[in-house]
């Protein structure tokens, strides 16, 4: 079935530093990515999305380029801050962007010191 | 415009007692989705509801159900509670469109002692 992979963490940064979490995905259609951030005590918010191959999603400064040749949708960002510290969820919906189910990655917790 | 309301926020439950979850979808969103999230098995797609109508399950047991309401709220209902159903309990709805994807809700968070 379709499944998500997310780098383990935690990715531990200084601040403004560059920030790289992978992910790969397997899936037999052709899914929409998504990332997802979750910070303390709270539920999921949408990051940014991509909805076909070469796609890229943008958000606060975080990018993410849909990749078909490499089934991968990294997520990164040229400067990171304190307050982007939390678990960042990369997930797929394999029927397309208006879809019913998400399968998530294992998710990766960001660390952002001083 | 208010987001996605779960309630409770925080619940704790005996082994074999049942339970239920509310979710409030925001105003107008007709699809509703509930995941379950554990630091083992991460979030996990428990079932979708859209009009009523229960359009997609995961691979969840028997024990675990949910229904809509014509208003789009949405309940699930965990019977014959286990250890191992503790867990944070996630409600997301989304608009006809799926243009702006899933939101999400904070969560109940679930004990079983």
């Known amino acids: 079935g379709d499944s998500v992979t997310q780098m383990e963490g935690p990715v531990t940064l200084s601040e403004e530093a560059f920030l790289t979490i992978n992910c790969t995905y397997t899936a037999t259609g052709y899914p929409s990515l998504f990332w997802y951030v979750q910070y303390p005590g709270e539920g999921l918010q949408l990051l940014l999305k991509a909805t076909k191959a070469d796609d890229k999603g943008s958000n606060k400064g975080f990018e993410a380029t849909y990749r078909k040749e490499t089934t991968s949708f990294h997520l990164e960002k040229g400067s990171v801050q304190v307050s982007d510290s939390a678990v960042y969820f990369c997930a797929l919906s394999d029927q397309g962007y208006n879809t019913d189910k998400l399968i998530f990655g294992t998710g990766t917790r960001l660390q952002v010191f001083p | 415009k208010a987001g996605v309301t779960q309630t409770p926020r925080y619940l704790i439950k005996t082994r074999g007692q049942q339970v239920t979850l509310s979710c409030s979808p925001i105003s107008g969103h007709r699809s509703v989705s509930w995941y379950q999230q554990t630091p083992g098995q991460g979030l996990q797609f428990l079932f979708e509801y859209f009009s009523e109508t229960q359009r997609n399950k995961g691979n969840f047991p028997g024990r675990f159900s949910g229904r809509q309401f014509s208003n789009s709220r949405s309940e699930m209902n965990v019977s014959t509670l286990e250890l191992g159903d503790s867990a944070l309990y996630l409600c997301?709805?989304?608009?006809?469109?799926?243009?702006?994807?899933?939101?999400f809700g904070s969560g109940t968070r679930l004990t079983v002692v």
């Open positions: 997301a709805s989304r608009d006809g469109s799926g243009e702006l994807g899933y939101t």
